[in-house]
């Protein structure tokens, strides 16, 4: 006896993650995860090819959250569909940005010293100081909260939360110090 894949309305898809976050029902999660897991395999491996362990643990993430965070879907925003992929993308970003973090004995504060070339080309050479230069001069630029947060994302590497517990601000308030940073730098470094 064959049986057919049912296909599933987005509607059918919201009404199961409705009733998860209402009711925690075991069954509805099931066919959601049962729809969306190749699904959100398949998302990750487009962008990584080649990357099965990546995409199977932000697809497992993915899921862990649809069950946990069930509750705060709000339909009348955003289909089903386009709330778990929009938790997919953020996780995927997650994960890469914390498996792909090392420690460093660098003192970011001397990044932009001189480092000499390993090929030797003068000109290569002159043009990565003109470029370090400018970026340095553009960074002094910046006001002393927007330059320190901008510093701690993308010099230290650390993720905006981090930086936000580190210096005891909101989350958001780090976002824009960051996002208007990078913005100045960027009209900065086009003078």
């Known amino acids: 006896m064959t049986t057919t894949a049912v296909t599933k309305t987005p509607q059918q898809h919201t009404d199961d993650l409705l009733l998860v976050a209402n009711d925690r029902d075991r069954d509805a999660f099931s066919r959601l995860f049962d729809h969306y897991m190749p699904l959100l395999r398949a998302f990750t491996l487009s962008a990584h090819p ?3 362990i990546l995409a199977d643990e932000v697809a497992q993430e993915v899921m862990i959250k649809v069950w946990r965070k069930a509750h705060t879907y709000k339909p009348e925003f955003a289909s089903a569909s386009t709330w778990i992929f929009t938790l997919a993308r953020n996780a995927r970003i997650d994960y890469l940005r914390k498996n792909s973090r090392h420690q460093s004995d660098i003192d970011p504060e001397y990044l932009w010293s001189e480092i000499p070339a390993e090929d030797g080309d003068p000109f290569q050479a002159a043009l990565q100081k003109r470029s370090a230069d400018v970026v ?3 960074m002094s630029q910046l006001p002393d909260d927007q330059r320190l947060a901008l510093k701690k994302v993308y010099l230290e590497g650390k993720t905006h939360k981090e930086v936000a517990e580190e210096l005891q601000l909101p989350l958001g308030t780090v976002k824009s110090r960051v996002r208007l940073a990078l ?8 003078r």
């Open 183 to 190: 913005k100045k730098l960027a009209v900065s470094i086009k």
């Open 50 to 52: 080649g990357s099965a």
């Open 136 to 138: 340095q001069a553009g």
